[in-house]
């Protein structure tokens, strides 16, 4: 009984490999390993970090996504250079593997891991304040439309026909250069300088020119004249007087100038000085800001794409037990328990691949909000998952690098300077004002017989409020409020930002420490799918492992993304988080 057995093990294997075509199986593409010996032995292996070839290979992983960015492309067409693969670079992870993160608060090179892996070093994209010093060259199909307020009137001018392969670094230029918001900070920039040089002007004396020219005959003249009139007929003499106005042209020029604002012109100088230097530190803080949401954003299109691919990879798994359960039930080893099973489960690995096919399309058009693209061009994510860099401080000097980096702790200062200022203008109504002033002024009356007559006068006028109620002082304790609350606002921004540092931070650890388990089991996950299979070719398994074994696989790929993309995300919000740090310089990377 057992060698008939065997025999139909070995029949219904040949039926299956005969008249089936060929699916990419579960371990098709997984990473090879590297034992402990042969890591320390090289002792150029970075521990724990994943780029695409963790789960494809290489050739693999470059052809799906050449596919799927042809797919998104109408022309087919992509620029060269968009999407990499990216070979391991040995000894630049040798060189940088002394500066990892560990639990000594820096990640250093773990070379007894059971699992490790040479990877590449990508650093993150530069901070670029100032739209049009560009490094990265932009395509003109990404340059959204100058006019802000043009927008489509007809369907087809909404249609996307353009899909652009998109870097992080392109697309962190892009929103420097076309982000909303950060336009509008700029804006207020200059505003804000528009604001200085108002103040400014009260530096230089004012002249006013003012000129009037007028005729007139008022009814008192009319009056006069006719009471004249009268009298003349009485004395029965002769009336000649004329009934006419008087045309008169005068003009006055007049200097003035405040000597002495009791502090008032300066205290408005500086602060208008103090606002200018907030607006300076917005836009610093919104430029960092938009640099990290453009990165999540990114992170999240990756994360996606990723998801339709495993999504992708788990149908396939699926459509391979469901022929492997059509086949032994054909021949008599299985039933039909196991087909419906196996058709359930590709029928939901199907709505799962619908449904991050839709989140996919709802994180590149997020994206392209954020960038402010034109209105017919689409973009799809050409950077492989893989990590983004490594940190190369402590959490301590991470941590005053920030105090010291950050913008928004400035601007609490900013503020507070605002109000002291401000405090200096309320008080300065109670002093004295002394103002200059000069003038000279003309005046012709056509018909009076004179000629044109001419004035002059200088002189000093001095204003003292000495009493107001109390206003002054009240206006003043106002503002030093205002400096107690910016004070208060600073101490907890520093608190914040520290913990935004340490947040980030120990994420980063957790997330590089979870990469290593995450790799492990994608391995393990890929074998015990093999297994499961293999046991239910031969009888002695049921589909229920099989299909256990496939969703096990399915999580720890999405696992290792996650983990990886995560690991990303808190590199960025570390450097959001510290800002203004000196960014690695661009490694040598081969594709």
Known sequence: MSKLRYFVVVSVSAIVCAGIPPIANAESGT??????????????TLSAVVHSSDYLSSNQRHKEKQNQAQRDTPNGKLREGNILVVNTLSSHVAHQSNHQVTENRRLRSLRNNLVTQKIPVTPLPGFVPVPGKN????PNNLVPNPNPLQFPTRPEEVLIEVTQPLSLREAVELAQRNNRDLQVARLQYEQAQAQLREARAALYPTVDLSALAQGQRTAQQELQLEAARQQAELLGQPFEQDEQGSVSLSGTIEANYNLITGGRRNAQIRAAQEALRSAQLQVEALSEQTRLDVSNAYYDLQLADEQVRIAESAVRNAQQSLRD???LEQAGLGTRFDTLRAQVQLANQNQLLVTNRAQQQINRRQLAQILSLPQSTGIVAADPVEIAGLWNLTLEESIVRAFQNRAELQQQLTQRNIAEQQRRVALSTRRPQV??????NVLEVFNDGLGLA?????????????FDGGAA???AAQQEANIEIAETRFANQRNLIRF????????LRGNFQNIQTARLAVTQAAEALRLARLRFQAGVGTQTEVIDAENDLTEAQGNLVRAVIDYNRSLATLTRSVSNIPLPAPSPLSP
Request: aromatic share 12%; glycine share 6%.
């Open 325 to 327: 359960a059509i086949a």
């Open 135 to 138: 490094q990265v060259p932009i």
């Open 500 to 507: 935004q540092v340490e947040q980030a931070f120990y994420s």
């Open 454 to 466: 001419d004035g002059y006068a200088v002189g000093a006028r001095l204003r003292w409020n000495l």
């Open 31 to 44: 990473a090879s390993l590297e034992s402990s010996s042969e890591a320390v032995k090289t002792g150029e």
């Open 435 to 440: 103002d200059l002033f000069a003038n000279y």
């Open 473 to 475: 002082r009240a206006r």
